[in-house]
């Protein structure tokens, strides 16, 4: 009998915990659609628009309440376009039934990847791992002799946590100023070699490693396919591209086609703020193999269906791993270059 109410009493939190957050997304999207409308000046989303866009998401939803998300996109993109997925669809009903969370929680493991994908993502130095020193070969090692490998590296390094993304927890420090006392003694942690991006990059913003996402989408058929390319850069110096800055989407052939975005959805205009550089005049060379690289790199973990890679693209021109993202936003894309399901098939 306690076993049924304990049950009854979880399954009644995680249902008025989905419930909750269902209607915050909506406020945030509704938020986010007045403003974008105040920015231009009028609002694009009428009451006969919203209508029928509430209707849309009755009748393939089930619910008029998905069509919160759908009208932002339509504020955005100035049209409303079927086959859109709404943001609070995709994270409510389709990213757990794609990426099932104990199996997905694998890619916040940074000490893990360059295992999980040998030769394919930035090399450590060495990690820390429920509190025991390792090199980049696994093999145990002291805390003196940690930190005397650290420093002997002679260079700038990167300090990563596990189970941080979005461009949390990274340190940069010179390797001879490494000091242990100075971090968490519980934090998992990976140091790696400060890393030097191709001029390429270099040009859109020189004070930060300029990060190229690809999403990947197993199918119901087995396929592994790209759903999407946009290029993230940094603005005024800032190291980390994801504390600021915003992002611009690449075509197939790797070019740029675009103004930029940020997280937000607004449209930051079609040149750097800083260096002036015009993104429609990008072009990655290497697009073919970063994305074969991504595709490869998924199939080695085919546990979940979709993927948000972050690479850079070394001096060499080779795309390399910096991180993986089990749970990527897809709003901004779907409003600006969406639908990117539009056979429906998802």
């Avoid at 916040?108 to 980049?136: C, Q």
């Amino acid at each position: 009998m306690k076993k049924k109410i304990g049950l009854a009493v979880r399954n009644f939190v995680e249902n008025f915990d989905k419930s909750r957050a269902l209607v915050n997304s909506r406020k945030y999207a509704d938020k986010l659609r007045l403003e974008i409308a105040e920015n231009h000046g009028a609002e694009f989303v009428d009451q006969h628009l919203l209508n029928k866009i509430k209707k849309y998401a009755d009748e393939v939803f089930g619910d008029a309440g998905y069509g919160h998300w759908l009208a932002l996109y339509a504020e955005i993109r100035k049209e409303f376009i079927e086959g859109w997925i709404g943001e609070d669809y995709y994270r409510s009903i389709l990213l757990p039934k794609w990426n099932e969370p104990k199996i997905a929680n694998l890619s916040t493991l940074k000490t893990f990847d360059h295992r999980l994908f040998p030769g394919m993502t930035i090399e450590p130095i060495g990690m820390r791992i429920s509190g025991i020193y390792y090199t980049a070969e696994h093999d145990r090692i002291s805390e003196m002799d940690f930190v005397d490998l650290i420093r002997s590296h002679r260079g700038e390094i990167v300090i990563k946590q596990d189970r941080s993304g979005s461009g949390k927890g990274i340190h940069f420090i010179e390797s001879d100023k490494f000091n242990l006392n100075e971090l968490d003694k519980v934090m998992d942690l990976l140091v790696q070699p400060s890393v030097r991006q191709h001029p390429s990059f270099s040009r859109l913003h020189p004070g930060s490693v300029n990060t190229l996402r690809i999403t990947t989408f197993q199918t119901g058929a087995g396929d592994i396919v790209v759903k999407h390319r946009s290029m993230r850069v940094g603005v005024s110096g800032e190291r980390i591209v994801n504390t600021y800055g915003g992002f611009f989407f690449l075509d197939s052939s790797g070019r740029g086609y675009t103004h930029a975005y940020n997280d937000d959805g607004r449209d930051l205009g079609g040149r750097h703020p800083d260096t002036g550089f015009k993104y429609r005049e990008f072009c990655l060379e290497s697009i073919s193999e970063a994305e074969e690289l991504c595709i490869k790199a998924h199939w080695m973990y085919p546990y979940i269906r979709f993927v948000g890679w972050d690479l850079y693209i070394n001096e060499e021109n080779r795309p390399v791993i910096i991180e993986w993202n089990t749970r990527p936003d897809i709003w901004v894309n779907e409003a600006v270059i969406g639908p990117l399901w539009k056979d429906g098939r998802h």
